[in-house]
């Protein structure tokens, strides 16, 4: 009798395996499914993206949704809308940001704690829970790449090219903080001047001051410019001297 009693609480065992297996398969069908042939799957277009998944062009642009996402272009915008400048929800978080913390581009308090989600980010709070949870910001700087990243408790929010300092006025390596937020600063030297430039982050105090600032003398960025200072377009910089706080972790490698 064991034996049997046995044999049938294996055969259950198969029986609720297998139909886990077929539901889970199942759900990965669904979520492969593009109603529209857009690029997005539909499960995408709905949890993620919040556009239609009947209509391959959502916003009427001319472009598929999956195309302008590929791109870094909001499908819901129109235009030459990006991801990183659009908040479709008002929260004071860009849909790039939302998208990537998966919080959601239509409710603006996804953990429903009365605080806007920007709100929370801009303080250093995880958005995604009641809980007060801070999270680590950071900023990387890879001078061979010229790329600088930055991130909240390990997820990117942005990436973009910058310039950092010549060879003969290298940027600093290591590991810094932000020391100071410096709306306006003006740069200068023997036979060049830059006032009234924007968004300036100081990091680090070797002889001279650096700072991670926006440039608009050049545009050029992914190639070494400056005297030492990180120089990042103005078309990034605000967002992230916005975001950034004193203290916020500054890490340079080469």
Request: charge should be negative; aromatic fraction near 12%; charged fraction near 20%.
């Amino acid at each position: 009798m064991s034996l049997i009693i046995k044999a049938a609480r294996n055969a259950a065992g198969v029986t609720i395996a297998l139909a886990a297996v077929f539901f889970y398969m199942q759900s990965l069908q669904a979520a492969e499914v593009d109603s529209d042939g857009d690029g997005l799957s539909d499960t995408a277009e709905t949890a993620t993206y919040a556009t239609d998944p009947a209509a391959a062009d959502t916003d009427g642009d001319g472009f598929k949704d999956g195309d302008e996402v590929t791109r870094g272009y909001s499908p819901r915008h129109g235009g030459s809308a990006r991801l990183t400048e659009v908040d479709s929800d008002k929260d004071y978080l860009p849909d790039a940001w939302e998208i990537a913390l998966g919080t959601g581009l239509t409710n603006p308090d996804f953990d429903g704690d009365k605080f806007l989600d920007g709100t929370e980010v801009r303080a250093g709070y995880d958005p995604r829970t009641t809980a007060r949870t801070r999270l680590e910001k950071s900023i990387a700087v890879d001078i061979f790449s010229q790329k600088l990243t930055y991130s909240l408790g390990g997820v990117a929010l942005e990436s973009f090219p910058i310039s950092s300092g010549l060879p003969g006025t290298p940027t600093p390596t290591g590991e810094f903080s932000v020391l100071a937020k410096v709306p306006v600063k003006h740069y200068g030297g023997s036979n060049w001047s830059y006032p009234n430039t924007k968004w300036n982050l100081h990091f680090a105090t070797k002889n001279l001051r650096y700072y991670i600032h926006g440039a608009y003398w050049h545009n050029d960025f992914g190639k070494p410019k400056s005297h030492g200072c990180v120089n990042v377009s103005y078309s990034n910089m605000e967002r992230l001297y916005q975001w950034a706080q004193v203290g916020t972790k500054v890490e340079i490698t080469s």
